[in-house]
């Protein structure tokens, strides 16, 4: 079993920063693929970015590609997410997931999920 929980959201205006976190938990092999993921109101949910925790090059939706940064650091077992430059678009609950997949890019399925933490940019 996997636990995960996120911190770090908040409110900010438009092209300001915010560092999401995720304490994880449970077995390594079971998250050894993580990764973000954000819902706006009235929208499908979308994978934000991924990395394997072993090395590898991340994955970023388009719209953040240059703007927001993942990192894993496994002697804390935690993800973090640095978001710069953020938009109104942006605005969303963001969510910590975890996977077993060695395939890991932001359509690849997620098994355990956190309780989510709310971001919300204003213009």
């Known amino acids: 079993q996997v636990q995960l929980v996120e911190s770090g959201g908040g409110s900010v205006q438009a092209g300001g920063s915010l560092r999401l976190s995720c304490a994880a938990s449970?077995?390594?092999?079971?998250?050894?693929?993580m990764g973000w993921f954000r819902q706006a109101p009235g929208k499908e949910r979308e994978g934000v970015a991924t990395?394997?925790?072993?090395?590898?090059?991340?994955d970023y939706l388009d719209s953040v590609k240059g703007r927001f940064t993942i990192a894993q650091d496994n002697a804390k077992n935690t993800l973090y997410l640095q978001m710069n430059s953020l938009k109104p678009e942006d605005t969303a609950m963001y969510y910590c997931?975890?996977?077993?997949?060695?395939?890991?890019?932001?359509?690849?399925?997620?098994?355990?999920w956190g309780q989510g933490t709310q971001v919300t940019v204003s213009s």
């Open positions: 997931a975890a996977s077993s997949s060695p395939y890991c890019r932001i359509d690849t399925p997620f098994d355990y």
């Open positions: 449970g077995y390594t092999y079971s998250r050894r693929c």
């Open positions: 990395i394997f925790i072993y090395g590898g090059t991340p």
